[in-house]
């Protein structure tokens, strides 16, 4: 019984191109999130959403588009993907004393 | 603006000792939270212990306690009677009060544990 499930493991894709990350939670949490770990295993957070609005953008540039169809899922696409794109994507979902992340999604852009 | 910090960037600890990871911040927030992950080689962010800066006790979850300092706003992972799976890179993390940050984490550099045997 998966808490906190991301879809793809690992992306491998070519400069340019377009690719999204889904993600979803079965813990009933009203608030999701999206963070990036960078080669250096600094994480830091990109977006949240709390029941399926937008609450955090980190600066993110906006080929970044988080999408909440509903409070359980939190997709993110990435457009003209680039080098710097490169690192480990997690979900996560939770409240004020708890956050449990999904497994990351190792994104590598050739 | 909110930082933590890690001081320690990697340590060796012997099987079955304790070991204490340090982790200080800084946030001029009243209401605060301290989280403290665990990441294996395998890659997966495990949720270890949580403190709320109103908390009266020190956190303890099993192995993990974390002993709060909250005016040397110190909050450090002590890990009791170490064994071989504890090697990992583990991270502290503080979110800030839910109105003005929703529950965002931020992170510290994290320290990388590796248990002898």
């Known amino acids: 019984d998966t808490a906190v499930s991301q879809t793809p493991k690992y992306l491998v894709t070519q400069m340019g191109n377009d690719k999204s990350i889904k993600c979803e939670q079965n813990l009933g949490h009203d608030t999701m999130y999206w963070y990036k770990q960078d080669s250096k295993k600094f994480l830091k957070i990109m977006f949240s959403y709390n029941n399926k609005e937008l609450i955090i953008n980190e600066t993110v540039p906006n080929r970044f588009s988080p999408k909440s169809p509903d409070k359980a899922h939190l997709n993110l696409h990435i457009n003209s993907l680039e080098l710097g794109d490169s690192a480990v994507y997690f979900c996560?979902?939770?409240?004020?004393?708890?956050?449990?992340f999904g497994p990351g999604t190792r994104l590598t852009v050739l | 603006a909110q930082k933590i910090t890690q001081t320690q960037p990697g340590m060796f600890v012997q099987e079955k000792e304790a070991v204490t990871l340090d982790c200080t911040y800084d946030t001029s927030d009243p209401s605060y939270g301290l989280f403290w992950y665990k990441q294996p080689s395998s890659g997966e962010m495990i949720f270890l212990i949580y403190q709320g800066s109103y908390d009266q006790q020190n956190a303890t979850e099993g192995r993990y306690s974390l002993n709060f300092q909250k005016a040397r706003k110190s909050a450090n992972l002590v890990i009791s009677a170490s064994q071989l799976g504890d090697s990992a890179m583990y991270f502290c993390?503080?979110?800030?009060?839910?109105?003005?940050?929703?529950?965002?984490?931020?992170f510290g550099g994290g320290t990388r544990v590796l248990v002898k045997p």
């Open positions: 996560a979902s939770g409240t004020t004393d708890t956050q449990y």
């Open positions: 993390a503080m979110r800030n009060t839910p109105s003005t940050a929703g529950n965002k984490l931020t």
